[in-house]
């Protein structure tokens, strides 16, 4: 068994979802939002790295796999507030020892729903019932067990073809 932690960073909401893989079956564990809406960035970043501390120490998952920032020349600024609160994932799951694998938005929604171009309501409801839950997750929560659902498929794939997992996959 392998135990994968998904994280959509972001820096007012951040979704968390943990699954199990055993072989080739995924099961559901948990997810969740980090809220980080009130305060200065220095008492957000804070709060979402303390909760993510807590979350990994909850669950001792063996992996952990983050969205990556979608940059584009219109939105620069919300790409830098976003890489920032990618940045406190990363010690997050550094300081806890995790190797850490990252997929883009279009990965995550090709492995999920099979389009790259899926919206949040396609990804809730794919994640539901992958997982077979009885009610969707809220979008960034759905977002993260997607990003741990990629990471398990990619990572079944590299295994079967002899390739280890160090540190990355890329």
Known sequence: MTRILGIDPGSRHTGFGVIDVVG????????????????????????????????????????????????????????????QARGV???????????????????????????GRADKTQIQQMVRMLLKLDVAPVSDAADALGVALTHARVRATRLATGQTFVGSWK
């Open 24 to 83: 080739r079956a995924e099961h559901y564990v948990a997810c969740g939002r980090i809220n980080s809406v009130d305060g200065s960035m220095a008492e957000r970043l804070n709060l979402i790295f303390r909760r993510l501390c807590e979350v990994i120490d909850e669950h001792r998952p063996d992996e952990a796999a983050l969205e990556e920032t979608f940059v584009n020349r219109v939105n620069a600024a919300s790409a830098l507030v976003l890489g």
């Open 89 to 115: 994932a990363f010690c997050a799951l550094g300081l806890r020892g995790l190797t850490v694998a990252e997929y883009s938005a279009s990965q995550v929604k090709q492995a999920v729903t099979g389009s």
